[in-house]
């Protein structure tokens, strides 16, 4: 037994229902069935009864029910003790705008649970900085997007997400299914601030059949300076298929590109055990 698998089992029979568990434990129900099954399986007793309407505590479940409470008070004193003894401890995430809501809506309070007293900071940062913070030692741990120059920089890949051309939606390509790069050459793109890193410059500005760095554009520094861009003026940019768009614009998914990777991001050295449970908790979090 862990106590990740006892504080499922706890918010299961507190809850008397799998999904209102799931729902409060900020997952899916076939994770959780799963674990309350290994659990099962593991002390070789039924911990609940099933029921059309929710599961209800087994003799057997009441008693783990009983001490495992007990337990969970007790490791959470030790917790506090141990880092009351460390003094406040922080940990700074840095982001892009498309990924902040992945770590404000549901990496921070499953860390939280796991790190009550920890004082989370989030630095949110522009185009011009694909690795949200980390390159240049800003914050701890980031959540961005691939392709970036990962030189002392370790990653682990989320979720893969196809990329579209961002253009208006009076635009003669607007209703195609896909597009070619080929399609697209001697378009207007958006363009990046000087100095940006070369990889994500040419990836999400078109660059390399045609487009690129238009020294005409005035360089865009957000996701909605981009955006705005697209609408007002008429130039491309690409963005994840899943981007939110406002009204007159559509991403139309371009065919010979790969797909962008949303990753969690950490330096290679020097590793923090807080950084190593936001990975975890991040690698954990794929199915929500």
């Known amino acids: 037994m862990d106590f990740r698998s006892l ?44 029921t059309p309407k929710g599961v209800a505590l087994t003799p057997a479940g009441t008693v783990l029910y009983d001490e495992t409470g007990a337990l ?41 649970e796991r790190h009550p007293h920890v004082n989370v900071t989030i630095r949110e940062s522009d185009l011009s900085d694909p690795t949200a913070g980390l390159g240049a030692g800003l914050v701890d741990v980031a959540m961005t997007r691939t392709p970036f120059d990962d030189t002392g920089i370790s990653t682990h890949v989320l979720r893969s997400v196809a990329v579209g051309v961002v253009m208006r939606d009076d635009d003669p390509l607007a209703r195609r299914a896909s597009v070619s790069s080929a399609e697209l050459s001697g378009r207007r793109w958006v363009r990046l601030p000087d100095g940006t890193d070369p990889a994500w410059t040419a990836y999400w ?71 190593r449970s936001f990975v975890q908790v991040a690698e954990n979090s794929r199915g929500l």
Not at 86 to 110: H, I, N, S, Y
Not at 253 to 274: F, I, N, Y
Request: with cysteine.
């Open 72 to 112: 969970l008070r007790q490791a959470g004193r030790i917790r506090s003790r141990v880092t009351d003894a460390a003094g406040a401890a922080t940990l700074a995430v840095g982001t892009l705008a498309d990924t902040a809501e992945q770590v404000g809506g549901r990496l921070v309070p499953l860390f939280r």
């Open 205 to 275: 500005t078109g660059g390399g059949h045609g487009g690129g760095q238009d020294g005409a554009s005035p360089a865009v520094r957000t996701i909605q300076e981009c955006l705005q861009a697209a609408l007002w003026n008429g130039t491309s940019a690409l963005a994840p298929v899943d981007q939110p768009l406002p009204a007159g614009l559509v991403a139309v998914p371009l065919s010979d590109r790969p797909p962008s990777d949303l990753v969690v991001a950490w330096p290679k050295t020097g590793r923090s055990p807080l950084v």
């Open 7 to 50: 504080r499922y089992f706890v918010a299961v029979a507190e809850e008397r229902h799998i999904g209102r568990a799931a729902r409060r434990l900020h997952m899916t129900q076939p994770p959780l069935s799963r674990a309350i099954r290994q659990l099962e399986d593991e002390l070789g007793v039924l911990l609940f009864e099933r």
